[in-house]
């Protein structure tokens, strides 16, 4: 079997490991992360890696370099999912790193390395992401342990459940001196590549987003008592500054979404008081990501205030805009090229990714792999193609060959 074909099937394999039978979900320090964990810790001690848990619940793998307790350059990607996940989003990126280890295990380097299956990238257990790729960063906020899942459990208790120590959480920090940097491979979760026909990419950056909770309240009302001219009907003011968001992030260059909306009370039969809303922005600069949510929350005001409704806005995450680290950057560009015998294409991430977290205790490099069926991805639809993969393996680990002839 290829590298390639076994990275498939692994990601087929935690593909079935889930919450649900009718759909993909594994989330943090449920009984499937410990499932997955189990699974990715054998298929690293296969590649002849040292495994342990940190203390913020990330599976690590290392093997040392030419002399012990060199830095480290770490690969890996995400093992949590979304609800109704496809089988690639961060899986293919922990076994393609597994593959390079495996690739390289005869091999004396200038540094470690290490292989990392981050939890918690999406947030959608606790609602807020990066817990893992935050904790091996330094940059958790002590906050995030009493964050509660949609059940009352808190962070702190989870980690118990886990078998972790709460209070340990912040020995999962690294510092820059015990690393070299931080390689990741990727989906593209777009259809950029597909169109170009081209396999890879190179990631240049990583999208500046901001997240939200939006309220718009008016007041409840009978549906058949209640004449237009009185009606505060919070879902109507509510679906315009949907429509709203549309525009400004068309008229702006970014991406925004609304992925949840919830009309209360919610009888059939009644004109909805309040409506609770989500907002996601992105954009390549923190600028432009700024002034977007500026106007919509303009526009929102406006209408709200047209149909005297309320409106409120609470920031829920927010994440600047990182640019790749250029040596790392350089050397995934010469892997790409010795393995496609073409420049690549240089793409900035839309979709956030543990390295955002990661950049602020090392440099950052990205391979971004084309996603088949319109790029779609999230969904149980997201798919790839086995030669692409063969070729982010070829790359990944000429990348990982050119850092280490730079450093020797």
């Given at each position: 079997m290829t590298g390639a074909a076994r990275a498939l099937a692994r990601c087929d394999e935690l593909g079935r490991i889930s919450a649900r039978q009718d759909a993909l979900e594994r989330t943090h320090l449920s009984p499937e992360h410990a499932a997955a964990d189990a699974v990715v810790a054998g298929w690293m001690r296969e590649a002849g890696l040292t495994t342990h848990l940190d203390p913020a619940g990330n599976r690590i793998g290392r093997r040392e370099g030419a002399r012990p307790s060199l830095p480290a350059l770490v690969l890996g990607s995400h093992l949590d999912t979304v609800p109704d996940a496809g089988r690639y989003d961060g899986m293919l990126g922990v076994v393609l790193a597994i593959e390079v280890a495996d690739r390289l295990r005869h091999e004396s380097l200038p540094f470690a390395i290490e292989v990392v299956g981050f939890t918690d990238e999406e947030g959608t257990r606790f609602g807020d992401a990066l817990f893992g790729s935050r904790a091996f960063a330094g940059g958790l906020e002590p906050g995030r342990l009493d964050a509660s899942d949609a059940e009352g459990v808190t962070v702190r208790a989870a980690l118990e459940a886990f078998g972790l120590d709460p209070g340990r959480v912040g020995e999962a920090a690294r510092r820059p001196e015990e690393l070299v940097g931080y390689l990741e491979v990727h989906i593209e979760q777009g259809p950029e590549l597909l169109d170009a026909g081209r396999p890879l990419a190179v990631v240049s950056s990583i999208a500046a987003a901001r997240r939200f909770d939006l309220?718009?309240?008016?007041?409840?009302?009978?549906?058949?008592?209640?004449?237009?001219?009185?009606?505060r009907d919070a879902l109507v003011g509510a679906a315009e500054i949907v429509v709203a968001v549309e525009r400004i992030a068309k008229a702006t260059g970014t991406v925004a979404t609304v992925g949840r909306i919830r009309a209360e009370p919610g009888g059939v039969n009644v004109v909805p008081g309040r409506a609770l809303l989500s907002l996601d922005v992105r954009a390549e600069r923190d600028e432009g990501?700024?002034?977007?949510?500026?106007?919509?929350?303009?526009?929102?005001?406006?209408?709200?205030?047209?149909?005297?409704?309320?409106?409120?806005l609470e920031e829920r995450y927010r994440a600047d805009a990182v640019v790749c680290d250029p040596a790392l950057t350089a050397a995934v560009a010469a892997g790409v090229a010795a393995a496609t015998g073409q420049e690549p294409p240089r793409l900035f991430s839309r979709a956030g990714h543990?390295?955002?977290?990661?950049?602020?205790?090392?440099?950052?490099?990205?391979?971004?792999?084309?996603?088949?069926?319109?790029g779609v991805s999230h969904s149980p639809d997201e798919t790839v193609d086995e030669g692409d993969v063969g070729l982010a393996l070829d790359a990944f680990e000429a990348a990982v060959r050119r850092l280490a002839a730079e450093r020797g």
């Open positions: 309220e718009v309240t008016g007041r409840a009302a009978h549906a058949g008592g209640a004449p237009y001219a009185r009606r990501r700024d002034e977007a949510v500026g106007r919509i929350d303009a526009a929102a005001r406006e209408i709200c205030a047209a149909r005297h409704l309320g409106w409120h543990d390295g955002m977290a990661v950049a602020a205790v090392t440099g950052i490099g990205m391979l971004f792999v084309r996603c088949g069926n319109d």
